[in-house]
């Protein structure tokens, strides 16, 4: 009985340090069979995103959101030690190893002599007897001594990815509006730029969304991060680009559709695929008709080409891009409603102003 208790012990530990080479060293996964680190994620956001959403303040509530992603390295730290800890200290007591003191053992204990061990404090006024305790003691130090220096590597390696991708979220204020809109991305480049300089601005945000992709399934926690201004997202932003190829893909945009095919598959594979990591399925009720109303679908096209109109090709157009939408909306809709980030509009109010336009003084329009 007691040596089914020990492997019980080693098991645990085997499965937190898998865990964790699997989250830091080997991170490049879509799907996982052993998801530790997902299931802690899951218990422990749902309970925290459906508290954070009862407050009625949508700064309050954007505030505690941006809380999670870092909050959450801490926690999953601590539970990783924890369970080192105790793995450990299941090994010991289910072994009856002798320990040099005068008090009463029991389990507890163990655990406090597996948290000296495991963090180094070397208080020496608990200690092994036995040869066998004494190793399980270096074991220890040396697993908690390796797991803090990947700690160490770890965070730099996630806030330099965050910076990067925050940095074209940042421009895209100025070109696209606060928040994000493709009609008013398109309509800005049309007024003072030529179809080449749309065909490079979506050739860099291809290799973002490959950037992105690329970041995220490696360290899932980035999705948690949140944006600098409560509207502005990752998700808005790639939604936004996702919006503006499919617009140009059925001929809006004055540009050639080549760059924005191959910058909506880069976009659309990195979407789906971190829907995959989430576990956020499209459904039904991910439905694209809301998003974008006819109403609204007119008002694009005239500012698109107000001059010229569609005519006969309208219909087309306008079925083409639904047949483009539910190839990812779905998807956008599903991890907007799991991350709480709302999705852009398609076309901004007149009321609406810039980011860069605002400051704590006041606005300019």
Not at 304 to 317: S, V, Y
Request: hydrophobic share 45%.
């Amino acid at each position: 009985m007691y040596f089914v208790v020990a492997f019980l012990g080693v098991l645990l530990i085997l499965i937190i340090l898998w865990d964790a080479f699997e989250t830091i060293i080997l991170p490049r996964r879509v799907t996982r069979r052993l998801r530790l680190t997902g299931l802690f994620y899951r218990s422990i956001w749902w309970p925290w995103s459906g508290f954070i959403q009862r407050l009625t303040s949508a700064k309050q509530r954007e505030k505690y959101l941006s809380l999670f992603g870092p909050l959450s390295l801490i926690f999953l730290l601590g539970f990783w030690a924890a369970g080192v800890i105790f793995g450990y200290a299941i090994i010991s007591w289910s072994l009856g190893e002798k320990l040099n003191t005068s008090e009463i053992v029991n389990f507890w204990t163990y655990a406090y002599v597996s948290g000296t061990n495991f963090f180094t404090l070397g208080y020496g006024d608990i200690t092994p007897i036995e040869p066998l305790g004494r190793a399980l003691a270096i074991m220890e130090a040396g697993t908690g001594f390796a797991m803090l220096a990947i700690v160490i590597g770890y965070l730099p390696v996630l806030y330099q990815a965050f910076s990067r991708r925050e940095v074209n979220i940042s421009l895209l204020d100025q070109r696209a509006g606060s928040p994000s809109s493709p009609a008013e991305l398109l309509r800005r480049h049309q007024s003072s730029s030529s179809a080449e300089d749309l065909n490079e601005f979506l050739s860099a945000w291809e290799r973002w969304a490959a950037e992105l992709m690329e970041s995220h399934l490696s360290y899932p926690v980035l999705c948690y991060f949140r944006s600098q201004h409560d509207n502005q997202s990752w998700l808005a932003a790639m939604t936004t680009i996702l919006d503006t190829c499919a617009l140009v893909i059925v001929g809006m945009g004055g540009s050639s559709a080549w760059q924005a095919r191959l910058t909506f598959a880069m976009a659309r594979h990195a979407i789906v695929d971190i829907a995959q990591v989430f576990r956020t399925a499209p459904t039904k009720r991910h439905s694209s008709k809301g998003r974008l109303s006819p109403a609204d679908f007119q008002r694009i096209v005239s500012l698109m080409r107000p001059d010229q109109g569609w005519g006969d090709d309208l219909n087309d157009a306008e079925h083409k891009l639904s047949e483009l939408r539910e190839m990812y909306e779905p998807y956008v809709a599903a991890l907007s409603e799991f991350l709480v980030m709302p999705l852009p509009p398609w076309i901004l109010s007149e009321a609406t102003i810039d980011n860069w336009k605002t400051s704590a003084w006041g606005r300019i329009q």
